[in-house]
């Protein structure tokens, strides 16, 4: 993302800021969000601080504000909005915001690594199956084993977000790759229990 | 509310609606309702068109609607982005006829079916000019929704003694892609610059002044007459935060008197042994009589349902209990729709602070309870339900101008964008209930060497596969420089902007430039359709000037020709010279040779002459009306 040095419409040096400071004019919004939000790059975030800025921002690059200026002033409000937008949505829920940030640091983070049974839940799975087997074809007995199964995924997905933290603070700390590639597994291994925890819920 | 008005062209605001519309601006004050010529403030949506391309719209047509139902469109919003497949359902009740050709834009055909009777239907392409004369002529959806908001602009305009082009339109919260754009064009159809779309709800809320408490959750029930919506709001110092919305854009109203009009048809079909059903002014009257009986029934605990036609008589008294048991099933239809906004919007039902009722349909005492129920507080109903949508949409047209600075909202999309993938499976792009402006980029690539174009379909819904959603448009990258496989990268941004209306554009990764992207609408008018459409309907204004101009020559004509013709018969006339005499009948058969002809200058300016030779006369009368008046007086 390369921060715009002068305005285009006055000429003058902006400074990376998003409104001219000579002509006030809207310059083109970065596409970075925690540029975007005037937030350090970090994973760990207040959420309060974070929607005091969405609002804040949202007050003055929303197209409502821009209908009567030129056309390239409404265009950079409409992508800026957008943008501003998306980075809210992203950045207010903690394992979009890992998987924002894993993405942009090149991290592959598509859908079916989801699907690789970590090998620590082999069992759980496998036993999970077979009551879910039974439930379908009638059988109620397994019942009390999928509300166990149940409370079991619960505090384990309780478990992974509490690891997550841990390891956005060592993140934010040192930011390096090895701390990422953790990160990703932890989100592979959350995402793997959230599935199994609908499917017991269905 | 921080007023400034510092602008001088009046924005105004519109309730599109499928029952009535309404325009309405912000004054110092507060919004207002623009009342018609007739000094109603609601024109009912219909629209009348006779064989002589003469367009009713309003009361009138309503009259209409009896008298000549077969040209007199109503609830059209139904129709609006829809194609054939959808309102099947609609058609059995609609008295219109939808003509040929209709799959992707709908045509409406108004008047009596040529002779032949469907076989040699006269089918306008819409690309060429609409054919003049009586035949029975075709609308699209946009065409007739354009004829009710230049109804409105024109209201406006003569209430303001200036001309209004700018205006801020609603929408049902849950309409899709196609509807929106369809309304979008209707717009440009009636000349009207449609600053912005906005979503029904959100206005009522924005009208409701809800913002005196600074803080809290609200929810939006909307039912009208053929679209019902629920939106949940987070009010933050003057931001209107919509948190989910949900809603059924085919349920309403109409949906009541469809089955109020199937029980009263099937009774005077036994008891009079008539099946009204193929009668299209039969069906309109039974119509009016179960829609008033309806509204009555809001009032009263029980009313009836009456119809004299064609000297037989037909009535039925019916309780709101029965009332109650039949409408259940359409009041629960509501429910489920909320149920899912409120787990979206991530609330409880005890976290929402108020809930405000809008839609003529909201008068119904079991909708209220039903409401209340689900809510477990009392709805609000302070302001008129027909009215606070267009007063919420003056106050976002001043917002958009500028008069207005301390709100905004921040309005949702109601639903889900993804494009199809491999297998007829849908890869969500933009999740529903995501704040727009909102966007998403993806990466093509060919997959056969040397391939030249990529097709994009896109799609709205929920569902997984691409069969069970609705289709948006097909976007065609084409004048890919020919290549291996794999090796082009077209980056595309799918942006949805503050209309809820989608915008694509493509960039090639490689050469950094933009790339272009074909458009195919799945539903709706093509850019080149809509700008004939406005084409035509200037044309149609300037016409309907200009016939207006003959109207007013020849009236003026006729005023001057009975004034000579009764002083021919005068005293003075006989005092006048036989040049004088022959001068004036010279100018009268001047003015008889001209008065049919379309030019209205050649009228006034016959006109002219008459008055000029027939100037003595005049005067010579004067002189002798005030000898006659001076002979009677005693000095």
Redesign the interface.
């Known amino acids: 993302m390369s921060a715009n040095r002068t305005c285009w419409n006055c000429g003058q040096s902006i400074d990376g800021s998003l409104f001219c400071p000579h002509c006030k004019s809207l310059q083109r919004p970065p596409s970075d969000y925690f540029t975007l939000l005037g937030l350090d790059r970090k994973l760990k975030l207040n959420t309060a601080d974070l929607q005091q800025r969405f609002?804040e921002l949202?007050?003055q690059l929303?197209?409502?504000r821009f209908?009567?200026k030129p056309e390239a002033e409404r265009e950079y409000s409409?992508d800026a909005?957008?943008?501003l937008?998306?980075a809210?949505?992203a950045l207010k829920d903690p394992v979009k915001r890992a998987q924002y940030v894993l993405s942009q640091e090149g991290f592959e983070i598509g859908e079916q690594r989801s699907k690789d049974v970590p090998p620590e839940l082999l069992e759980e799975v496998f036993e999970l199956n077979m009551a879910l087997e039974e439930m379908r074809s009638g059988d109620d007995s397994a019942r009390p084993q999928l509300e166990s199964a149940k409370n079991n995924f619960t505090n384990m997905l309780a478990e992974a977000d509490h690891q997550l933290e841990t390891q956005f603070a060592n993140y934010d700390e040192s930011p390096n790759r090895e701390t990422l590639t953790k990160i990703r597994g932890t989100l592979n291994r959350r995402k793997y229990i959230q599935n199994l925890l609908d499917e017991v819920l269905q | 509310m921080n007023i400034d008005f510092g602008t001088t062209e009046k924005v105004i605001g519109i309730d599109l609606g499928t029952t009535n519309s309404l325009a309405a601006f912000l004054d110092l004050t507060g919004p207002k309702i623009i009342p018609g010529a007739d000094g109603d403030k609601l024109v009912p949506s219909v629209v009348s068109i006779n064989p002589t391309g003469e367009v009713v719209v309003g009361n009138a047509a309503r009259e209409l609607l009896i008298t000549q139902p077969d040209r007199t469109v109503y609830s059209v919003k139904r129709l609006m982005g829809r194609g054939l497949d959808d309102i099947q359902e609609e058609l059995k009740l609609f008295p219109f006829r939808i003509a040929p050709g209709s799959e992707s834009v709908l045509q409406l055909q108004l008047g009596p079916l040529p002779d032949g009777r469907g076989s040699e239907t006269h089918l306008r392409r819409l690309t060429e000019p609409r054919p003049s004369g009586s035949g029975p002529a075709t609308y699209t959806p946009p065409e007739i929704s354009a004829f009710i908001l230049r109804q409105l602009k024109q209201n406006a305009e003569a209430y303001f003694g200036e001309p209004v082009s700018k205006a801020v339109i609603t929408v049902p919260a849950y309409f899709n892609d196609a509807q929106r754009q369809a309304t979008k064009d209707a717009g440009r159809i009636a000349g009207l610059e449609v600053l912005r779309l906005v979503n029904e709800p959100t206005a009522a809320s924005l009208a409701y002044g809800l913002d005196k408490r600074e803080n809290g959750t609200i929810a939006v029930y909307d039912l009208g007459g053929g679209t019902f919506d629920i939106s949940i709001l987070k009010l933050h110092d003057g931001i209107f935060e919509v948190l989910a919305t949900n809603g059924d854009t085919h349920l309403g109203g109409d949906d009541i008197d469809n089955l109020l009009l199937r029980i009263a048809l099937e009774d005077v079909q036994s008891e009079w042994g008539d099946d009204l059903s193929a009668d299209s002014e039969g069906i309109q009257r039974l119509r009016r009589a179960v829609i008033q009986a309806k509204e009555r029934l809001s009032f009263v605990p029980f009313t009836d349902i009456s119809l004299e036609y064609r000297g037989k008589k037909y009535q039925r008294e019916i309780q709101r209990d029965l009332f109650d048991k039949l409408i259940a099933p359409i009041v629960d239809r509501t429910l489920g729709p909320c149920r899912d906004c409120i787990k979206d919007a991530g609330v409880t039902p005890e976290q929402i602070d108020e809930v405000v009722m809008v839609g003529g349909s909201t008068r119904i005492p079991l909708v209220r309870t039903a409401v209340e129920n689900l809510f477990r507080s009392k709805p609000h109903t302070e302001l008129n339900p027909d009215e606070v949508v267009a007063l919420g949409a003056a106050v976002q047209a001043a917002i958009l101008s500028g008069d207005v600075q301390d709100k905004l909202l921040l309005d949702v999309t109601p639903l889900s964008l993804g494009i199809e993938t491999m297998g007829g499976v849908v890869s969500k792009l933009i999740h529903r209930n995501s704040t727009i402006p909102a966007s998403a980029s993806e990466s093509f690539t060919t997959g056969v060497d040397g391939q030249r174009n990529v097709l994009i379909h896109v799609v709205q819904g929920e569902r997984e596969l691409v069969k069970d959603n609705r289709s948006l448009a097909r976007f065609d990258l084409k004048d890919i420089d020919p290549m291996p496989a794999g090796m082009a990268r077209i980056e595309v941004r799918f942006l949805i902007d503050a209309n809820g209306i989608l915008n694509v554009t493509a960039r090639d990764l490689r050469t950094g430039k933009e790339h272009s992207v074909d458009v195919k609408p799945s539903y709706g008018l093509t850019d080149e359709q809509v700008e004939k459409m406005i084409q035509e309907s200037f044309e149609k204004a300037e016409q309907d000037f200009q016939d207006r101009q003959v109207r007013e020559a020849r009236v003026e004509a006729d005023t001057i020709l009975a004034a000579v013709e009764k002083a021919r018969r005068h005293d003075a006339y006989f005092e006048l010279s036989d040049e004088e005499r022959a001068a004036i009948d010279r100018a009268i058969n001047e003015l008889l040779l001209v008065y049919h002809s379309d030019d209205h200058h050649l009228i006034l300016n016959k006109n002219e002459q008459l008055n000029q030779v027939t100037m003595k006369l005049a005067e010579n009368m004067m002189n002798t009306a005030v000898r006659g008046a001076l002979k009677g007086t005693k000095i």
Do not use: G
């Open positions: 609002y949202s007050r929303h197209p409502d209908m009567r409409l909005s957008s943008i937008n998306d809210y949505r």
